[in-house]
């Protein structure tokens, strides 16, 4: 089963910057959409971007749009989330994900049929 691989997570100060990458499991895959969700404790998982693998198009949570770009490199086959201006309340276990239908309700998990294990980010105030 084809999964994605998360990385670059890690404690950060409030106003800091995190880089995100994310690749599939298997080098060959080809999604239609790839997203970024978060976790924190006791919450439910929310949208926080995506992009279309075709045509490059962007999406974002309002809490993010600003602060947050979500990028591609085609050739390495990534998926980047560069987080800047970092809050406390963006702490969260951040999940990759694929999808590979050509629907468009890109902030629901159940675009989604391919996920990372996640990678924690820690924003202290």
């Known amino acids: 089963q084809v ?3 998360e990385s670059g997570g890690g404690l950060v100060q409030a106003g800091g910057s995190l880089r ?3 690749v599939p499991s298997e080098p060959s895959f080809s999604g239609h959409v790839t997203g970024w969700f978060r976790q924190a404790p006791g919450k439910e998982r929310e949208f926080v971007a995506a992009i279309r ?3 490059g198009i ?3 949570a309002d809490s ?4 947050f770009t979500i990028s ?3 050739a390495k086959n990534t998926v980047y989330l560069q987080m800047n201006s970092l809050r406390p309340e963006d702490t969260a276990v951040y999940y990759c ?3 590979i ?3 468009s309700n890109y902030y629901s998990p159940r675009q989604y049929a391919y996920w990372g294990q996640g990678t924690q980010v820690t924003v202290s105030s």
Not at 64 to 67: A, D
């Open 3 to 5: 999964h994605m691989v």
């Open 20 to 22: 995100l990458s994310c």
């Open 53 to 55: 693998w075709s045509g």
């Open 58 to 60: 962007t999406y974002y």
């Open 64 to 67: 993010v749009k600003g602060r």
């Open 72 to 74: 591609r490199d085609n």
């Open 97 to 99: 994900a694929a999808g």
């Open 101 to 103: 239908n050509s629907g």
